[in-house]
């Protein structure tokens, strides 16, 4: 991961690392998005959203979309919480508990573009409890399910040391990203997305 988005990551984070809110749908304009100079594209009226669910804690919010910078886009709730994607690929967390800084998941990507099997190298970093960035190394195989007409699965089984996971994504037949359950770390588990519809509801879950 370059040093730039160590430093578009990491400089936010540091507040938050050891929160676990995921809360609500984001009120555009209440906070500034995350930004990379010169970069931001100004995003439409009718903003894009994301229903997100820490799988573990049963807590759920609306992320609506808020900047787009050479090929990441930035998700914020109304509670200032944060997620950063690449092509629907989970790349750092902002205040949802035990942060994400930068994950270097281009190897994945690589496969689930081209919608085919294969080995990926994933490396995860994070901020200890003595504002340390650790990185951690996973050995990945991704596969690929056509067996469903209108959409593609595709898994990420990753090993680590002392840790496992498996991700899952659903792709459109246009190559989105539909859905998916993405691991963040030992702390938080899972983090499951999905799209949400512009006129659907907008609201808190934490059953």
């Known amino acids: ?48 959203r994301i229903r997100a669910e820490l799988v573990a804690l049963g807590r759920s919010g609306t992320f609506t979309k808020v900047a787009e910078a050479r090929g990441y886009t930035t998700w914020r709730a109304s509670d200032g919480s944060a997620l950063v994607t690449q092509d629907g690929v989970v790349t750092s967390t902002y205040r949802l508990g035990f942060d994400l800084i930068s994950a270097d998941v281009s190897d994945t990507l690589s496969l689930v573009r081209a919608r085919r099997s294969g080995d990926a190298l994933r490396i995860h970093q994070y901020l200890d409890g003595e504002d340390q960035i650790k990185t951690r190394a996973f050995q990945c195989t991704v596969a690929l399910d056509r ?11 990753c090993r680590g040391v002392s840790v496992s996971f498996v991700n899952t ?8 990203v539909i859905s998916s359950r993405q691991w963040l770390g030992p702390d938080v588990g899972y983090l499951r997305l999905t799209g949400v519809p512009i006129n659907g509801s907008v609201g808190v879950n934490s059953n």
């Open 1 to 48: 991961m370059s040093l730039r988005l160590l430093l578009l990551f990491g400089a936010v984070v540091v507040a938050g690392c050891t929160e676990a809110r995921l809360d609500g749908s984001v009120a555009l304009g209440r906070a500034p998005p995350l930004v990379v100079a010169n970069e931001i594209v100004l995003l439409p009226e009718t903003p894009d």
């Open 147 to 157: 067996s469903n007409a209108s959409s593609y699965r595709m898994t990420e089984d």
């Open 169 to 176: 994504f659903t792709i459109g037949k246009d190559g989105a």
